[in-house]
T-cell receptor, first 115, second 112 residues
Framework: KAGVTQTPRYLIKTRGQQVTLSCSPI?????VSWYQQTPGQGLQFLFE???????NKGNFPGRFSGRQFSNSRSEMNVSTLELGDSALYLC??????????????FGPGTRLTVL | AQSVTQLGSHVSVSEGALVLLRCNYS??????LFWYVQYPNQGLQLLLK??????LVKGINGFEAEFKKSETSFHLTKPSAHMSDAAEYFC??????????FGAGTRLFVKA
C-alpha cells in the first residue's frame, strides 16, 4: 500500500496570504489528523476528520480550517498567514474510527515558510 | 487532562552504549502510550505502543519500553546504540478520545 502523501512538500508564502495543504491517507483509512510542528512548540494537534466530519479540534485560531472529502483525502487551509505559522505541517491517517490505540501513519509533511 | 513529559530535549550516547529516553505521562484513565521516531525531513514512524496487554513492549529496531503505572512512566530503551538510531523520538499518550498528545521530543545523538 502507498503511504500517506502530502502535497506540496515545500511552500513559501508571504504574510497575509492564504494557503491550502493536501493530504491523501493510506487507502482504506478514514481518519485523518493534522499537526503543526515547530522547534519551539513541538507537535501541536490541529484537528481530526473522520468520514468527512471534524471529530476533534485543537487550540488553534479560526484561521486554521480543514475539510475531508468522500474519498478521505483531506485539505487544511490557513488564511491571513502570519510569520508564526512557519512550520512543518504533518498529516496522519488511522485505519478506522477507533480504537484510540490504533497507531497513526504519518506523511512526510509540508514545510511552510512565511516571509 | 492528559499530558506527556519527556525528560531531556537532547541525549547523547556513544555507539554501543545503552539508550534510555525518559517519558512520564499524566492521565486520569488508563492510557494508551506510544513511541514514535522522526528522521530528518520525514514524518513520524511508530516504534512501539502500549495497549495494556503487556507492560514490557518490544518494538522495531531493537527498542523496547516498560509501562510502570506506579511511576506513570514509559521509558524507551535500547541495549546498544547504533549510528542509525540518531533521530528525534516522541512519546505520546491517547485515552478514550481520539486525540493523541505528544511530548516535546528528545533528540538522540550517537557518537562514534
Amino acid at each position: 500500500k502507498a503511504g500517506v502523501t502530502q502535497t506540496p512538500r515545500y511552500l513559501i508564502k508571504t504574510r497575509g496570504q492564504q494557503v491550502t495543504l493536501s493530504c491523501s491517507p493510506i487507502s482504506g483509512h478514514r481518519s485523518v489528523s493534522w499537526y503543526q510542528q515547530t522547534p519551539g512548540q513541538g507537535l501541536q494537534f490541529l484537528f481530526e476528520y473522520f468520514s468527512e466530519t471534524q471529530r476533534n479540534k485543537g487550540n488553534f485560531p479560526g484561521r486554521f480550517s480543514g475539510r475531508q472529502f468522500s474519498n478521505s483525502r483531506s485539505e487544511m487551509n490557513v488564511s491571513t498567514l502570519e510569520l508564526g505559522d512557519s512550520a512543518l505541517y504533518l498529516c496522519a491517517s488511522r485505519p478506522d474510527g477507533g480504537p484510540p490505540y490504533n497507531e497513526q501513519f504519518f506523511g512526510p509533511g509540508t514545510r511552510l515558510t512565511v516571509l | 487532562a492528559q499530558s506527556v513529559t519527556q525528560l531531556g530535549s537532547h541525549v547523547s550516547v556513544s555507539e554501543g552504549a545503552l539508550v534510555l529516553l525518559r517519558c512520564n505521562y499524566s492521565s486520569s484513565v488508563p492510557p494508551y502510550l506510544f513511541w514514535y521516531v522522526q528522521y530528518p525531513n520525514q514524518g513520524l514512524q511508530l516504534l512501539l505502543k502500549y495497549t495494556s496487554a503487556a507492560t514490557l513492549v518490544k518494538g522495531i529496531n531493537g527498542f523496547e519500553a516498560e509501562f510502570k503505572k506506579s511511576e506513570t512512566s514509559f521509558h524507551l530503551t535500547k541495549p546498544s546504540a547504533h549510528m542509525s538510531d540518531a533521530a528525534e523520538y516522541f512519546c505520546a499518550v491517547s485515552t478514550g478520545g481520539f486525540k493523541t498528545i505528544f511530548g516535546a521530543g528528545t533528540r538522540l545523538f550517537v557518537k562514534a
